[in-house]
């Protein structure tokens, strides 16, 4: 997700979303994400965002030129604790220098929310002046990111087993999105609740004025009128 992407906008009433939209959503977050490449110059780094659950895997793979080995640097900053936003100023999870044309990074997120991936050129390298590197990248989220070849020969694992411990890691993926988004959900309630209390206090207060602005008025018409009649 793209640091410049869409926000969702609560205005109005509170959503309420179904067990069965929540499984739903929690299954297409943990769906292999295409690759997608862009263009990285010393002066503008380029960041985006997954917003994962907390004891989520995620894992990138990347492609850059042969000769951008430990030019290209990727930094993983989490949110504060607390706080689902991401901060660009946030404690930083992870740094990996590409080690090669190809190569992959993972990390664990510690907490719920937005994480912060940036991919920046390393200023102490003597490549750091050349204009740009053409950089292609992907991610794999929870049970995606798992590689099970390595897992089952490492625990001598059948075939009819390995697919038993996918079975299992892809529902207690799904299990912790429906968690989180559950969570998110009740944090949209409570800012859309206190939206609405907002919006009712201000059209109060405004009615308040407004009938004290015609009382003025008419306080001021009718003195205007018992002057002139004296006159």
């Not at 850059?64 to 604790?81: H, L, N, S, W, Y």
Request: proline share 3%; aromatic share 10%.
């Amino acid at each position: 997700n793209p640091s410049t992407g869409s926000k969702i906008s609560l205005a109005g009433r509170a959503v309420m979303v179904s067990p069965l939209l929540i499984l739903l959503a929690a299954a297409q977050l943990l769906l292999p994400v295409e690759g997608f490449y862009f263009f990285l110059s010393k002066d503008v780094p380029r960041c985006f965002i997954e917003d994962v659950p907390h004891d989520m895997l995620v894992m990138g793979n990347y492609k850059v030129p042969r000769d951008a080995k430990d030019v290209v640097v990727f930094i993983v900053t989490e949110p504060a604790q607390g706080d689902r936003k991401h901060d660009i100023n946030g404690e930083e999870l992870m740094i990996h220098h590409a080690n090669g044309a190809d190569g992959k990074f993972a990390f664990t997120a510690h907490v719920d929310g937005e994480h912060l991936i940036c991919a920046y050129i390393n200023e102490t390298h003597p490549m750091y002046r050349a204009q740009n590197f053409k950089v292609e990248l992907s991610f794999d989220v929870g049970e995606h990111a798992t590689n099970y070849d390595d897992m089952a020969k490492s625990e001598h694992l059948s075939a009819i087993e390995l697919e038993v411990r996918k079975l299992v890691d892809l529902v207690r993926d799904i299990r912790s999105q429906q968690q989180y988004l559950r969570e998110r959900e009740v944090s949209f309630r409570d800012v859309s609740d206190s939206t609405n209390s907002s919006v009712l206090y201000w059209s109060l207060l405004q009615f308040v004025v407004l009938i004290a602005s015609g009382v003025w008025q008419v306080y001021q018409l009718k003195t205007i009128f018992n002057s002139k009649k004296w006159d």
